[in-house]
Each structure stands twice: as C-alpha cells, then as structure tokens.
C-alpha cells in the first residue's frame, strides 16, 4: 500500500463549479502535509499547507483529519486557470522525507 | 534567485550507457531528493539526502547511485541505463520536514 493515496481522477468540472479532493495516509507518525499544483510538463509547485485547524487561502481550503488519517482539498468558484494535477504530500520515514500521492488530475470547462 | 537548478533538460541514451544528472541549489537548504515521475505513477523517491554528507534510499533506488557533493549539490548516476528507466527526474530541495520544498524543472530521459 503507498503512503500517501489519493483518487487520480480526471475531475472535469465546469467553470464556477466547488470541487473537493481527499487523500489518505498511512503513516500515523506523519506530521506534515501539503497540497502541491503540477501544471502539464511542468515542476510542483506549493499550493499550500495544510494544519490541523484548517487553513484557508482564497477559494482554496485545506483541511487535515488525524483521527482518520485524510486530508482535503477544496476548490471554490473554479477557474479555468485551476487546471493543473493537485499532488497531496506528507513527511514519513526516519528522516521525515516528503512522500507525494500520485495526483489528481482537474480540468475546468468553460 | 535561481532555486533549484537541474541538467540537462533534455537526454536520449542508449541501452547501457551512463550518465549524472546534476542538481544544485543556492537556498542553503539542508535537505535534497531526486524523484521520478511516470504517467499515472506521481513522484517516486529514488534517494534522499537530509544531510550534507548523508544519503539514504527511497521508494525506487535500483539501478541508481547518488552523491551529495557539498551542501549544493546533489547528483544522480545512471550506471547502466535501461529503458525501464525512461522517466521525467526531478530534483528538489527544502529547509526542513515542515518547510516548502522547490523543485527543479526536470530532466526528460529517454533510454532507447
């Protein structure tokens, strides 16, 4: 089982629309997480992190369960520009190494 | 400010030839990685290093070796390249296990 799981989608979603992304962990000793954006051909780049209370970054909210080991990822009033793969990272192992899940793939419609 | 810097961009090699990837990055970060990515696979870990000095396997090391060359450097050696090896490696750097982590923009293998 990897690490770090999450639903690969493809999500196609039309302009305006909410969409929420979940990912699921299995290192409990895990502490940080983040959500990371790949464009197409592209390096990852840092979407945000994410805190056990929550954090919100615009129409971008994060939210990290650790009693059921998940964290989300919620789009609001999406844009065409939104269109990327979303990639959800942990730390795990000795030297708390950054584990990504395989990535979610969005497409906003017009 | 360059972040992370890798090359080539770009490498076609045949079957069992050899090469180093090279990465460097001008953040003083502790920590370095090399990744792979495959259609539909994510990132996978090859080798990480937490420390100058220190280097340890991740999720898929055969067929590779690393050095840690100096806190800057971190490079990736493909001893006998194969196809399986064809991938997009991507180097990344970061302070610390809570702290973002930058990437370079990529290396596109191709192993014929």
């Known amino acids: 089982r990897k690490e770090v799981e999450q639903d690969p989608g493809p999500f196609n979603v039309p302009e305006g629309a909410t969409v929420a992304f979940n990912c699921t962990y299995s290192n409990s000793a895990s502490q940080s997480f983040f959500w990371y954006r790949q464009d197409c051909r592209k390096e990852p780049k840092l979407l945000m992190s994410?805190?056990?209370s929550g954090n919100e970054d615009g129409r971008f909210t994060a939210q990290l369960n650790r009693a059921s080991q998940y964290i989300s990822l919620l789009i609001r009033d999406s844009k065409l520009s939104d269109s990327a793969t979303y990639l959800c990272v942990g730390n795990s192992g000795s030297a708390r190494q950054l584990t990504f899940g395989s990535g979610t793939q969005l497409t906003v419609l017009p | 400010n360059a972040g992370v810097t890798q090359t080539p961009k770009f490498q076609v090699l045949k079957t069992g030839q050899s090469m180093t990837l090279q990465c460097a990055q001008d953040?003083?970060?502790?920590?370095m990685y090399w990744y792979r990515q495959d259609p539909g696979m994510g990132l996978r870990l090859i080798y990480y290093?937490?420390?100058?000095?220190?280097?340890d396997k991740g999720e898929v090391p055969n067929g590779y070796n690393v050095s840690r060359l100096n806190k800057r450097e971190f490079s990736l050696r493909l001893e006998s390249a194969a196809p399986s090896q064809t991938s997009v490696y991507f180097c990344?750097?970061?302070?610390?296990?809570?702290?973002?982590?930058?990437f370079g923009q990529g290396t596109r293998l191709t192993v014929v």
């Open positions: 994410v805190y056990s």
């Open positions: 990344a750097s970061h302070a610390g296990p809570s702290t973002e982590a930058f």
């Open positions: 290093s937490a420390s100058e000095g220190t280097t």
């Open positions: 953040m003083n970060h502790n920590s």
